[in-house]
């Protein structure tokens, strides 16, 4: 079972509930990972930091053009919708970090003066806390793309009962790379007027990709009623609410588990779960 935790926008505790439900699964000995697919900013390890860890770098292929063969021919960057080869004087030009590693330079050209090389972006963390196991992709400083690195970090997962992924903040490539086969999403927002007009861009994401999903409001106290009746007016059921609690905001920015402090929060993740099992098996 695939479970991703997306949201519209950032700040809305998608991270605190993913983290949280993840920790409180594996303590009640559910075979669970946790995945961080947030691969440009990551930080699920603040809430879950990790012992043993192992990492793997992630390569992608670049083309190498053979100047001693290529005959300036053009047609690599005329077949490049990416601008990642010029032909600029008297020798052609590759630009890493724009290529999207298609391979259609190197499949076209026809002196075969073209090689693909291996280019590191990125790495693979993996480890464990308490009995759950945390993996997280990190895209390195200065790279463009991060769909690469989730797609090899998904690629790279163990077999378990529960995958918690929790996906970048937003509805572009990385977030649609991060939940496209999830057996269902959880969208966390906020009642707020910023709230509100992320989380419509993000529910037509998820109704394009036709993946089932339900909502999670935190801090559902403050603000007000829009996205409330937003759901309503489009059948979007919600799982749960979440108010505004001193206790909660306190641990959070220790970076401590909510679910260490109190037994409530525990209860509201087990039943957060126990929603999700049952709108996922009614389809």
């Given at each position: 079972m695939r479970i991703a935790f997306a949201s519209g926008k950032g700040g809305t505790g998608k991270t605190t509930i993913a983290t949280n439900m993840a920790a409180s699964l594996s303590a009640d000995a559910r075979e669970c990972v946790y995945v961080d697919?947030?691969?440009e900013e990551p930080n699920g390890h603040i809430f879950l930091p990790s012992a043993s860890k192992e990492e793997i770098d992630v390569e992608?292929?670049?083309p190498s053009i053979d100047k001693e063969k290529c005959n300036l021919c053009g047609i690599c960057a005329d077949v490049c919708e990416f601008n990642?080869?010029?032909i600029l004087g008297p020798e052609p030009l590759v630009f890493p970090s724009l290529c999207h590693n298609c391979g259609a330079c190197f499949e076209l050209c026809p002196e075969n003066a073209i090689t693909e090389i291996p280019?590191?972006?990125g790495r693979i963390e993996t480890g464990s806390f308490r009995k759950l196991e945390v993996i997280s992709g990190r895209l390195n400083v200065g790279e463009a793309m991060a769909p690469p690195v989730t797609r090899a970090l998904k690629k790279s997962l163990p077999y378990k009962e529960i995958v918690i992924i929790d996906a970048p903040p937003g509805t572009s490539c990385p977030v649609i790379e991060a939940v496209k086969d999830s057996d269902f999403v959880v969208l966390v927002t906020e009642p707020t007027p910023f709230g509100l007009n992320d989380f419509i861009l993000a529910y037509e994401m998820l109704k394009k990709l036709n993946l089932p999903f339900g909502v999670v409001i935190n801090r559902c106290d403050i603000g007000d009623d829009r996205v409330e009746n937003f759901c309503e007016d489009n059948g979007i059921e919600i799982l749960l609410r979440l108010p505004f609690k001193k206790e909660i905001a306190e641990a959070?920015?220790?970076?401590?588990?909510?679910?260490?402090?109190?037994?409530e929060f525990n209860e509201e993740m087990r039943d957060l779960f126990n929603k999700i099992m049952k709108k996922a098996s009614n389809g």
């Open positions: 697919c947030d691969v992608v292929k670049i990642a080869i010029a280019r590191t972006i959070y920015s220790r970076g401590k588990l909510i679910c260490d402090i109190g037994s």
